[in-house]
């Protein structure tokens, strides 16, 4: 019976510790962590998400993207995120200073997305709105044997009432819409496709040059990337 106080302080002060470590340590770190104004263009980075974007992430949210890609590029030498093309330097934690819900993910079995705005082309893949659209309505179209599930839900055919819709997307046969009809992206589909063209971390925070910035070839000077050193 003794015992007993001495066991409940020892785990109290088990928890205590955890907390301190985890929470406490990581708040004093980045609590009062804000976005980075340049010198150079005296912009705010990372700049704030656009309306039609914050709608479409929270249509990301609904449709469970985050469950099969994350949104954190690791640092080259840690994994090969910089290989696949998925972006020139490791994410940081000011990239995510404007967000309410971070949704970096736990699961890769697509992609990376956090760059996906900034893709460098692949082939003949452009990564641009026209591709996004074709690419949530079939992914076969564009990524053939993924096992990505197809959103047909973010469009709607309807018959061409005068001239075609410069948003219309264009499909091979057969998936093409019937004669006199065109297929288009929903509100929903436009605001998730706007979304995914935010997401890109291309700003060299000063500060983190030394640590995780590996400097890309070519690179031209300007938004600290004067002071990038080679990642080794």
Known sequence: MTRIPIILLGIFAVLASSWTGLILSNHLM?????PYVSKDDNKAYPEQLPGIAAHGKQVYQDLGCVYCHTQQVRRPGLASDDKRGWGDRQSVARDYVREERVLLGSDRVGPDLRNIGARKPQGKATYDAAWHYVHLYNPQLTSPGSNMPAYKSLFETRKILGERSPKAIDLPAPYSAPAGYEILPTDRGEALVAYLLSLKDTFNYPEEATKVYVAPKNA??????AEKKEHK
């Open 220 to 225: 031209e000077k300007g938004h600290g990337e």
């Open 30 to 34: 980045y609590g009062d962590l804000g």
